[in-house]
């Protein structure tokens, strides 16, 4: 097969999965893994390779970033090993009690604390808990990710409603007030909510953040406040440091959707494609796209590693298997595909993220990704002014 050859195939084959180290990780074999060892071969020995395993699109090569999803089962157990790589219990301990300095609970001390498994998401989490407060922290980084606290803590003012002016101007200062101390960069205030229709109303109010990059925002690096007015309590937090990479744009919007529709076409061999929309975003690589494409049936009704109890009842499976990619955020095409069918389900469209460096599909989601970040700004309770 002639060079030029190789290459075009590798840039119309994106989509295939081709790992470096951890080619033949997880319980699922894909049928093409054949074929691909041998296009691999044929694709070393025509290129020089000074890196490892790259991936060609026009003229430039780039390290290829995508590999498939490594298999878990669920528990709630962490192993020895995990728990070598994790911080100690008086690690733990000592930053619940910094924390709990930090929020203004300075009499309180933590009191329990428990080393177990996030199984959603597959991380090692420490929960720990004072007489009023309740955290969880990375169990290897040490990093709090949320904290509650009930509203009946507090003493409530009478007169606790406030505009939503003095709102925005509490939601900065709290911003400032729980970030990470290591992180200095500028986040955009996308959603300002309150717990009650009108604002005099509300005793609860929530605002999030997402952190920015020029004109794009992260919504892996991202803060959620909750607090009650006026005494400025806090009620909630949450924060997701998952550091977008910012890698360079080169695949072309017109490649990015050609990438996409192909692929979407070996998929849904049953849906025609009305129209496309595409547009720069930071995402998330995720699992759902090779779930979709391996087990398309049970993971368009949403019974994946479920069992059904009922003629409308499912449960999770005693056995359940779960998939999970590398937590890598990068600018990608996201690329919404609109079927050619009457529905207003999410099923009508498809979204897949097109790594805008390799031109990979890097993940995706089973709605329209655009309008799903719409409605969080155009939400009925969200209170910021457009």
């Not at 050609?258 to 049953?270: L, V, W």
């Not at 595409?278 to 699992?287: D, G, L, S, V, Y």
């Amino acid at each position: 097969m002639e060079k030029n050859k190789i290459i075009e195939n590798i840039i119309e084959k994106s989509q295939m999965k081709i790992a470096v180290s951890e080619f033949e990780k997880g319980d699922i074999k894909m049928s093409r893994k054949r074929n691909l060892t041998k296009l691999v071969a044929t694709f070393l020995l025509a290129i020089t390779i000074t890196g490892g395993l790259v991936y060609a699109t026009g003229s430039a090569i780039y390290e290829k970033i995508w590999k498939q999803p490594e298999s878990y089962s669920i528990t709630q157990n962490v192993t020895d090993e995990e728990k070598a790589k994790c911080i100690s219990q008086e690690k733990a301990e000592e930053i619940g009690n910094n924390y709990l300095k930090k929020i203004g609970f300075d009499e309180q001390t933590i009191k329990n604390l428990n080393l177990s498994k996030d199984f959603w998401e597959n991380e090692n989490i420490w929960d720990m808990g004072s007489e009023k407060v309740t955290m969880r922290i990375d169990a290897e980084s040490g990093k709090i990710k949320s904290v509650n606290i009930p509203t009946w803590e507090y003493k409530i003012p009478y007169n606790y409603g406030i505009t939503r002016e003095k709102a925005r101007k509490v939601a900065v200062e709290l911003l400032e007030k729980y970030r990470p101390e290591e992180d200095k960069g500028e986040y955009e205030l996308l959603s300002l909510k309150r717990n009650g229709e009108k604002d005099k109303d509300a005793y609860i109010w929530y605002a999030d953040f997402y952190k920015k990059y020029g004109d794009l925002i992260n919504p892996e690096e991202a803060i959620s406040i909750g607090w009650i007015p006026t005494i400025n309590g806090l009620y909630s937090l949450s924060i997701d440091t998952n550091t977008y990479e910012n890698n360079e744009q080169k695949i072309a919007k017109e490649e990015a959707i050609k990438i996409a529709t192909e692929k979407d076409r070996q998929i849904e061999t049953n849906k025609s494609i009305k129209n496309t929309k595409a547009e720069i975003r930071i995402k998330q690589m995720n699992e759902n796209v090779y779930l979709r494409e391996n087990f398309k049936e049970e993971y368009e009704k949403g019974t994946l590693n479920m069992e059904k109890i009922g003629e409308n009842a499912y449960k999770l499976k005693d056995d359940a298997v779960m998939y999970k990619t590398e937590e890598r955020v990068r600018k990608v095409w996201c690329v919404v595909v609109y079927y050619d069918m009457d529905s207003t389900m999410a099923e009508s469209a498809y979204t897949y993220y097109v790594d805008a460096t390799t031109g990979e599909i890097i993940g995706g989601q089973m709605y329209d990704d655009f309008y799903s970040e719409d409605a969080l700004r155009e939400d009925s309770y969200n209170v910021i002014e457009k």
